[in-house]
């Protein structure tokens, strides 16, 4: 079954320090990963996909498939950065393009 | 101005009744889809569509249905039977497999 894993509901951090938001999948095939990015009264918007291996905001996150996860980043978090965060996976060649999201972890940068 | 567009943003329903979420989006997408966002909980798939006619049960599709008889609107009606069905409901729409998603603004569906 395909699953993902967002172990911290509340992540809290104060400004300048490095963040990194877990998430670990549980699927036997290829998958592709993005992770989702909710700001207050926002629409969930994405934030990065691992095949573009590009750097969003400050973010970064590398696909790990010997671990199954896919981490997000940031060596110095910004008080904007504080937001609802979801990790999602999609499973590749089936499944109509649906995701399947993480239960979501809330980053909280204090100044 | 593409996008996406649910309404209503508020809604309110008494025990029993049926009510019809709306989602339109202009953004020529073939794929569509419904979520329920609870606190806790993530994003839960209620429903999905590749194409035009054509829909596929999520993992919560129980007490709700949905329609697409056009390209550009993807309809959920919660039904009575759906036990809990206070919630936040997320459509979004997608090129298909390979693409992101682009979501809704969400309506809060209120039981009174």
């Known amino acids: 079954a395909q699953r993902v894993t967002q172990p911290e509901k509340l992540l809290s951090v104060f400004k300048g320090a490095p963040v990194e938001l877990k998430c670990n999948y549980s699927y036997s095939g290829s998958p592709e990963l993005f992770w989702y990015v909710q700001y207050s009264r926002q629409r969930l918007q994405l934030l990065l996909r691992h095949i573009s291996r590009e750097s969003i905001k400050g973010f970064t996150a590398d696909l790990n498939k010997g671990e199954t996860s896919f981490h997000l980043k940031k060596p110095f978090a910004q008080e904007e950065d504080s937001a609802m965060y979801y990790c999602?996976?999609?499973?590749?060649?089936?499944?109509?393009?649906?995701?399947?999201f993480g239960q979501g972890t809330e980053l909280s940068v204090k100044p | 101005d593409g996008g996406i567009t649910q309404s209503p943003k508020y809604l309110f329903r008494k025990e029993g009744q049926n009510v019809t979420l709306s989602c339109e989006q202009n953004l020529n997408h073939d794929a569509m889809y419904w979520y329920r966002q609870d606190p806790g909980q993530g994003l839960r798939l209620i429903y999905y569509?590749?194409?035009?006619?054509?829909?596929q049960k999520g993992d919560i599709a129980e007490g709700y249905s949905v329609s697409r008889e056009k390209k550009e609107s993807f309809p959920l009606t919660v039904t009575s039977a759906q036990k809990n069905p206070t919630a936040f409901y997320l459509c979004a729409s997608s090129f298909g497999e390979g693409w992101g998603y682009t979501f809704g603004s969400g309506t809060r569906l209120t039981v009174v």
């Open positions: 569509s590749q194409i035009v006619n054509d829909f």
């Open positions: 999602a996976l999609r499973a590749l060649g089936n499944q109509g393009g649906k995701l399947i």
